[in-house]
């Protein structure tokens, strides 16, 4: 397979000690063993997959309506990695196929901070007949809140470019997510996007292109290197950034019936539905490693 990543300047040399993320590739044929052991979810045995990936989040935020959830808690991304092909604007493109263990984006609960207080604060809210309604629902309002990050959409609608992961310019990652916020009193079916209506993060090691009024965020694309057997390949100091997508409103908070009180209460407190250039996504110090 040809090598099509390009090399770049260092800009985080403690990644790990930095508290922030791993990113990886290898081949399949070589998944599973020794150095490769942590691409053991890749699916090596599916033709599709001609490479495989696991990539450890372990730092960043996502900045939802005007709520901003640190990551505290490794988000893995892991499956296997197609073919390039021809993707738009003369790029080449390759799609994800989903790890065996059917998590190809883990579930990994973030705290919110301040728990249920800091997302809902009823005297915040405008409208005199929610915040009432608030006040009555949210009496304990200190009970931890988590906030879970999930797949959406099926892993082939993951989409990785790499030449733009090491270059800095255009879409690295293409991520339909969804947002789980969990409380016992929100139940078990408190979203912020889904399945037919995905959050589509489009990241970038370059500068975003946010609507007019908001400022640019701006990622890193890192170092490039090989082991001694060119085997593994090696991508440190990156940034990947986004802050031009749209949240939608919440759904599901508190079961049925009682999700009509509580949605609404969510939506207002956190500030949902919110335009693109509201919402953040960050992650830093990334590492990708792979194999060609």
Known sequence: ??????????????????????????????????????????????????????????????????????????????????????????????????????????????????????????????????????????????????STLELARPASQIVINENALAEGAGTALVLPVKVHLENPLLGSSCYVGSESAPIYWNLTTGTTTPPAGYTPLTGSVGEGSFTEEFRIFNLKGTELVENNWAAPSAHGCGGAIVELIIDPIINASVGLPSAAGKGESWTSCLTVKGSF
Request: hydrophobic residues 40%; aromatic residues 4%.
């Open 1 to 146: 397979m040809r090598q099509r990543i390009s090399m770049a300047k260092l800009t985080c040399l403690a990644m790990l000690a930095a508290g922030l993320a791993t990113f990886g590739f290898a081949p399949v044929a070589s998944a599973h063993t020794g150095e490769f052991a942590q691409f053991n979810n890749c699916p090596s045995t599916n033709p599709a997959a001609v490479k495989c990936l696991d990539a450890v989040t372990v730092g960043g935020k996502v900045v939802l309506g005007n709520k901003n959830v640190p990551i505290v808690n490794p988000v893995t991304l892991q499956g296997g990695v197609t073919e390039e092909e021809e993707g738009p604007h003369e790029t080449f493109i390759s799609h994800m196929v989903a790890a065996t263990n059917g998590e190809t984006l883990t579930k990994t609960p973030q705290p919110v901070p301040g728990g249920l207080a800091g997302l809902v604060n009823c005297k915040e809210i405008s409208n005199w007949l929610v915040r009432i309604g608030c006040e009555s629902v949210f009496e304990n309002g200190l009970t931890g809140v988590n």
